[in-house]
């Protein structure tokens, strides 16, 4: 088994490291294939793994070699394939595979064609490492390495001023929750004594509950930012800017879900604090609502997606904190699997209408695109969480933990937001896909994509009609490792009513989307329609200004304090000091530059003056020696 | 009671005569102070005991230093009055009287006096003079010889110095004649 | 009344205040060799009537060192004197200032 | 020849330098190389003849200089020193290597060739005064290189770098004379020997005293805040040569003195002054970054990063602990090797546009995307990313200080946020968006001698980040035996609390390493 480890870890790096040969040199197709194939190898050795595991084999733990090791510390390039592990790295292998070959039609023109695929690959090596490690220290490294590259595939239209900037904000954002998750790494070993997993869980029963709850608020700050938690939320949707598998890849199925798979590793300690928990709980609830509000009303086809994302988010981080980690994993994959179909449905979607992202400027795509119409709705099917398919299951199941749990207000806001998210993502699917052919109007003539690409995201199609079906089996296998709750809810009418309403709830939010962005009245708005000019709809198009407010209140600042440091006080405070001392010195020399006159006879009364000087010395030290004793007496006297 | 009367003159007398010359705008009447000054120092020296010493003095002050600055006065014109302008007096004099306030104060005070103990006691019952000499060529006997040395070597630096161009004195020369010399020296540092 | 050292101390210290007058006051470098002698005899007396209190020959020896290195730069620097006079005309030491700092 | 090989690493440089000024002009180019890498294969030499497992002092030589005061010329290394010493060599020899064409070439060569031999002699000295030659020698060449060859403000730069450096180490000096005094009262020998002075126990008055005198000296070469203003200068008008090395290895003179002197003599007085020292380093973390982020020129930027480094490595010196102490003589090596390649790859676009404002650049990527990878990989090392060699120290750094402080480490953790910001706008400045200058468009991408130097830093730079073990064993022996002496030397009570005892730990690790296998 460990071989299959090996090759699942290392095959995506092999392939990053063979496109990245062909860096410089012109487009090739063999750059996009061999790492595609790689990563092919990689989901196969990982369902191998998951087959290995689900058979009842013991967990694959190899330690490859020594990391770090100084003092007491020690960290090993450690890995394991556990049933938490080998969901993830199934989640990621599948959908990198997936998104590799979708790329190698979407990147098909693009002059960065062989970068590309060095820096997916890349990424998919960073998350295997994150998913796989056995350690937080490892964990670490795939929790930057993705951030690296993900900073890299942000920015990899680095001629966009948008993009780059966009690739800065995310690396940066990320960066402040990394040292949360630094500090927490910390406080682990200062107090288990280990970073590795097992051990460290092992020593934290004993610890103090301050210790504790500090441990986890950190380590969940550090969550907080790869999964764009409030208020390190922005990075996300300006994110967009990247190429889109990029976004269908990283910021939908993958690294984002990093936070989440962090919190779910982290269950026993957890466990130990629930108020935390519960904090993250609400968080995630906030979130989910948070985010679909600003997706209700946004014209950028991918941010809306993005906004649907951090939604989701916060369904999971709901369960995870409430405790549900396995609730929480399994939404996680769910949603892996719809929401990477989403974003390549967009993809096709950009491609057809050459990179245009206003869904008010599509419509009635559907005649053209035929496939992708049919997997985006079934995507956006799954999404909202219509039976049977796989948002269904995993959705449904949060807000019951929910209600189980007795947190009725997190209940409440989370069927709401599953209104808000049918809504939103059949707004989007009513606009691109039917009413009247809008993109006329530009001069635009679409067109379906490579057949291939739409074949490579079948298998997402698939799972997201089918992964439903899972539930038990995997219900039965993570529990191995994670807390197995059931939740139900006690009585079957409560629970069928519960359902059914939902359903209900759901359905006429699809249906008023459908009602009100369907039809042939759709205008390309123009800013002056009421109901854009209501405050509501700004503060929302706005993102509720938390944008503005980070670059005129953080940004700016920063970037004038840091001139004011540099101006005023290295310049004129700090070096002036300096250059002052110095300038005191050459002064005075040049002051006293005269007493060298020249003339013997001054310097001859200096002389006498400078005898004078050491003769009075002597005298003086000479009386203190003679009469040291007395003026001891005397300093003691004063009280010195 | 001797010795007091002797020193009290002597002192008196040395004070006077060195205050003479230093204060004397005569260049001649501070040479002549200056000589008497050194002769009754050695009276000093003989009090003391130092017999050999006392001889040197007179030998070497009034003799051969006194016979050198005679001879270099030759060269100026010392029948003039010397010309000094001074700058504040009451500097000059503080100063001086200042030091020698202090240095009273180092010698009177019991601090120093103290510590002081002989190296190399006088023999009893043998001369000053052989003493000396034992002490000279035995012990001392390097930087004797360094002395010695050092004075032909400023025998031969004085000789060296004074002695270029012993034909041509400023001084007897009139003013065209040194200019002119003037002018021919600039012409040989110009080429 | 016995004389004892410190007479002859502080008769020395007076003539060294002399000969410190001296150095300060003239300009003529003649004269101010003049007091440099003084300064030397004034020493002189201390150290030979040190010796000769403590009974210590060493005193007298630096007197007679003494002696040899003022004989010496009497040499040296009446030869200086006569260079310099020779080539400006006078030894006044307002005018020796080329070491201007 | 192993025996001694610490003097012929030393005078080795020395002499060939001196045999340089005979070489034809054109010749001494391989010359320098030659030599440089003659001296780095011996440093090589030196690492696999060292016992990683010793964690004394290795190749000791002795000889009695002016036995009278008990100077001796006393030489050695330990885990601590020995990496400094290859990273030396390493960067003389890749720096003659990859220098471009510069007036007076030969001088450059055997100016270098000196400066390579004071550095090897700070690093291996073991004896105060011979340290301190070494130590002050070191100025003289770096003085010519930014006087000689530097920038429009060379003069000011070069005096300014010679005599504020100069004023601290004469503070440094008192404090070594005194030492040795305070060693003469209590044994009756004189002794400047490092080692005999490690085994004297001073009260804790002393300690305090003489831990200023030596602060001030290593702290102003570090350069901590506030004394860290020379430095912006000195790289500023220094040539490319001139900052590799500066950045490189000199400034780590510090920071190594530090762990050679302060720690070990005055384990008291470290503890009392760990709060101060580490607000001073948070000071310089943060505050440098935000400047680095306001300047406007990239190798203003690299400078200021340094210094915004060097905090870090403070940090984790005065930790006090097996963790910190090795992280902080890791990040040396890794700070040097990064802040090194980042100066060398500065040079390269000097060379090019003879500018170093980034407003004059924009959209490298496209003209030069080798270059611009470089860069960017050395970027993130300098960020601190994982799997290069910044990580390891800095992370091992922060660890061992959050032992002492968390609210501090907190602070100075921002290091990565504020790192990150400054780094990456310089990077999109100079390197994304479209080609707006005409000049750039058709610059150059590196070349092989600039390869040459470059593409060993990168591979060094990611395989210490991998596997940093062969390394930080050595260090971390060392590190444990002086932790063990401070805390062994230490007095007060709170030194001992803060100072970790490794008998016991030290059977421990070892059964669990044991478990391990």
């Keep these: ?640 | 009671m001797f010795e007091a009367i002797a020193f009290y003159l002597f002192a008196f007398l040395t004070t006077v005569m060195f205050f003479i010359a230093v204060m004397t705008t005569q260049a001649l009447h501070a040479l002549t102070a200056l000589a008497a000054g050194m002769i009754f120092i050695s009276a000093f020296f003989f009090i003391l005991g130092a017999d050999f010493l006392g001889a040197i003095q007179i030998v070497v002050y009034s003799g051969a230093v006194m016979a050198l600055y005679a001879f270099g006065m030759m060269f100026f014109d010392t029948t003039r009055d010397v010309k000094e302008k001074n700058g504040n007096k009451y500097i000059v004099f503080g100063l001086s009287i200042l030091s020698a306030v202090l240095v009273v104060v180092i010698f009177s005070a019991p601090m120093v006096t103290d510590n002081i103990s002989a190296l190399y006691p006088m023999v009893e019952g043998a001369g000053n003079t052989q003493e000396l000499g034992m002490v000279l060529f035995t012990k001392y006997l390097v930087p004797f010889e360094v002395a010695a040395v050092m004075l032909l070597v400023a025998m031969i630096a004085g000789i060296v110095l004074a002695g270029k161009k012993m034909d041509l004195s400023l001084t007897l020369m009139n003013d065209a004649e040194i200019i002119e010399a003037k002018i021919e020296k600039n012409k040989k540092v110009l080429s | 009344m016995e004389i004892g050292l410190n007479h002859y101390l502080v008769l020395s210290t007076l003539l060294f205040a002399i000969g410190l007058i001296g150095v300060m006051r003239r300009k003529n470098l003649l004269l101010l060799f003049f007091a440099t002698e003084i300064l030397l005899n004034s020493v002189n007396i201390a150290f030979a009537a040190i010796s000769h209190y403590y009974g210590d020959l060493t005193g007298q020896l630096f007197v007679f060192f003494v002696i040899a290195i003022a004989a010496s730069e009497v040499a040296v620097g009446l030869g200086l004197l006569i260079v310099w006079h020779k080539r400006h005309g006078n030894i006044d030491l307002d005018n020796m200032s080329t070491m201007r700092g | 020849m192993i025996d001694h090989i610490l003097s012929i690493l030393i005078f080795f440089p020395a002499l060939a330098a001196m045999l340089g000024f005979i070489i034809h002009k054109d010749s001494i180019r391989a010359y320098g190389v030659a030599v440089a890498t003659i001296e780095f294969a011996l440093s090589l030499w030196l690492w696999f003849a060292f016992d990683s497992n010793a964690s004394g002092m290795q190749f000791m030589e002795q000889l009695p200089l002016v036995p009278a005061f008990g100077i001796n010329y006393i030489l050695g290394v330990d885990g601590i020193s020995l990496f400094i010493i290859i990273l030396a060599s390493f960067f003389t020899m890749i720096g003659i290597a990859s220098l471009t064409d510069t007036k007076n070439e030969k001088n450059m060569i055997v100016t270098l060739l000196f400066l390579q031999m004071t550095m090897a002699g700070v690093f291996s000295a073991l004896d105060a005064i011979v340290f301190y030659v070494f130590w002050e020698l070191s100025l003289v060449p770096m003085l010519y290189i930014i006087g000689a060859w530097g920038g429009p403000l060379r003069i000011y730069a070069s005096v300014k770098f010679f005599l504020y450096t100069f004023a601290g180490s004469l503070v440094m000096l008192v404090g070594m004379l005194f030492m040795a005094y305070l060693y003469y009262q209590a044994t009756g020998a004189w002794s400047f020997s490092i080692l005999e002075w490690y085994r004297l126990i001073l009260p804790e008055s002393f300690q305090l005293w003489l831990f200023v005198a030596f602060f001030i000296g290593f702290a102003i070469k570090v350069p901590m805040f506030p004394f860290h203003t020379w430095l912006p200068y000195a790289h500023g008008q220094a040539p490319t040569i001139g900052s590799v090395i500066l950045a490189a290895i000199l400034l780590k003179m510090g920071t190594y003195a530090f762990i050679r002197f302060s720690l070990p003599m005055f384990p008291d007085a470290s503890v009392f002054f760990m709060f101060p020292i580490a607000v001073l380093a948070i000071i310089m973390v943060i505050y440098t970054a935000m400047v680095a982020y306001a300047q406007e020129d990239i190798k203003q930027v690299v400078a200021y990063s340094s210094v915004s480094h060097m905090g870090i490595i403070i940090l984790g010196t005065f930790a006090l602990n097996v963790e910190g102490i090795s992280g902080s003589i890791f990040l040396m090596i890794g700070h040097g090797l990064v802040s090194g390649a980042l100066f060398l790859l500065v040079g390269v676009i000097y060379d090019r546009r003879h500018t170093k404002m980034m407003s004059e650049f924009g959209g490298l990527a496209h003209v030069m995307p080798r270059y611009a990878t470089i860069f960017g990989l050395m970027l993130m090392a300098s960020v601190g990313l994982p799997l290069t060699v910044n990580f390891v120290g800095e992370f091992l750094s922060l660890l061992g200080f959050y032992k002492q402080s968390h609210i501090l480490t907190l602070l100075a953790g921002t290091a990565i946020i504020v790192g990150a910001i400054y780094m990456l706008a310089a990077y999109k400045k100079m390197f994304f968006g479209t080609v707006t200058n005409e000049k750039n468009a058709n610059l150059k991408d590196v070349n092989r001698r600039e390869l040459l130097a470059l593409i060993p830093l990168s591979i060094i730079t990611i395989w210490l980040g991998i596997y940093p073990k062969p390394v930080l064993d050595p260090i971390n022996n060392s590190v444990e035996s002086i932790v063990q002496l401070m805390h062994d030397k230490s007095t007060t009570s709170e030194a001992k609390s803060r100072i970790p005892n490794l008998v016991k730990n030290v059977e421990t690790a070892k059964t669990s390493e044991q478990g391990a296998h």
């Excluded at chain 1, 070993?189 to 590795?196: C, D, K």
């Excluded at chain 1, 995630?284 to 209700?296: C, D, I, K, P, R």
């Excluded at chain 1, 994959?333 to 989403?342: I, N, P, Q, V, Y």
Aim: overall charge neutral.
């Design chain 1, 1 to 640: 088994m460990e071989l299959y480890l090996y090759l699942a870890l290392f095959s995506p790096l092999a392939g990053s490291l063979f496109a990245g040969l062909f860096g410089a040199s012109p487009r090739t197709k063999i750059a996009g294939l061999v790492p595609s194939l790689l990563l092919f190898v990689s989901f196969v050795s990982s369902t191998i793994l998951l087959v290995y595991i689900l058979s009842g084999g013991a967990k694959v733990h190899v330690e490859m070699m020594t990391w770090m090791a100084t003092g007491d510390l020690y960290i090993p390039f450690g890995f394991v394939v556990d049933q938490v592990s080998v969901t993830m790295m199934m989640v990621v292998s599948l959908v990198s595979t997936v998104v590799h070959f979708y790329s190698i039609g979407y990147m098909d023109h693009d002059k960065g064609f062989n970068r590309f695929f060095s820096y997916l690959s890349a990424f998919v090596f960073s998350m295997m490492i994150l998913v796989m490690s056995d350690n937080f220290a490892g964990l670490f490294i795939g929790w930057e390495g993705v951030g690296l590259c993900s900073w890299l595939l942000i920015g990899f239209w680095y001629h966009k001023e948008s993009a780059t900037w966009a690739a800065n904000e995310a690396f940066i954002m990320n960066r402040i929750a990394d040292l949360g998750m630094l500090i927490g790494i910390f406080l682990i070993y200062w107090n288990t004594g280990s970073l590795q997993y097992d051990q460290a869980f092992a020593a934290m029963n004993g610890l103090d509950k301050e210790v504790l709850t500090w441990m986890g608020i950190f380590l969940f700050i550090g969550a907080m930012g790869k999964s764009a938690q409030f208020p390190l939320h922005t990075w996300l949707a300006d994110a967009m800017e990247g190429p889109t598998p990029v976004s269908a890849l990283i910021h939908a199925a993958t690294m984002v879900t990093a936070g989440v798979y962090l919190v779910v590793r982290a269950n026993p300690l957890y466990d130990l604090i629930p108020h935390v928990g519960l904090f993250i709980a609400s968080l995630g609830a906030f979130v989910a609502l948070f985010a679909a509000s600003m997706a209700l009303v946004n014209r950028d086809m991918k941010r809306i997606i993005a906004y649907s994302t951090l939604s989701q988010l916060g369904y999971m981080f709901v369960a995870a904190g409430l405790g549900a980690y396995w609730v929480a994993l399994f939404h996680l994959m769910a949603h892996a699997f719809f929401k990477a179909l989403l974003f390549l449905g967009a993809g096709n979607v950009m491609h057809a209408m050459h990179d245009e992202l206003d869904p008010f400027k599509m419509g009635g795509l559907r005649k053209v695109m035929k496939g992708t119409f049919v997997m985006m709705t079934l995507a956006s099917v799954a999404l909202a969480g219509i039976y049977p398919f796989a948002g269904f299951f995993s959705k449904d199941l949060i807000l019951e933990v929910g209600f189980v749990e007795h947190h009725y207000i997190i209940y409440t806001v989370l069927l709401f937001t599953a209104g808000l998210t049918a809504f939103y993502s059949f707004r989007l699917v009513a606009l691109i896909f039917h009413g009247e052919e809008r993109y006329k109007l530009f001069g635009i003539h679409p067109h379906e994509a490579y057949k291939f690409m739409l074949v490579a995201m079948s298998p997402l199609l698939l799972l997201a009609i089918i992964a439903g079906s899972f539930k038990m089996t995997y219900f039965e296998m993570v529990t191995a490792v994670l807390p197995a709750t059931e939740y139900h809810v006690h009585s079957a009418i409560t629970y069928w009513i519960m359902t059914i309403g939902t359903q209900l709830f759901v359905i006429l939010a699809i249906a008023f989307a459908y009602k009100k962005y369907a039809n042939n009245k759709v205008k390309v708005p123009d800013g002056t329609s009421k109901m854009e000019n209501r405050l509501c709809y700004k503060v929302l198009s706005n993102q509720y200004y938390i944008p503005y407010i980070y670059e005129e209140y953080l940004a700016k600042p920063y970037k004038e304090l840091s001139t004011l440091f540099w101006k005023q006080i290295d310049m004129k405070v700090v070096d002036a000091t300096v250059d002052g001392i110095a300038g005191i010195i050459y002064s005075s020399g040049e002051k006293t530059r005269v007493m060298q006159s020249g003339n013997l006879s001054t310097m001859l009364k200096w002389m006498v003056a400078g005898t004078i000087g050491l003769l009075s010395l002597a005298v003086v030290f000479g009386l203190a020696a003679r009469y040291s004793g007395e003026i001891k007496t005397i300093l003691s006297g004063l009280g010195v």
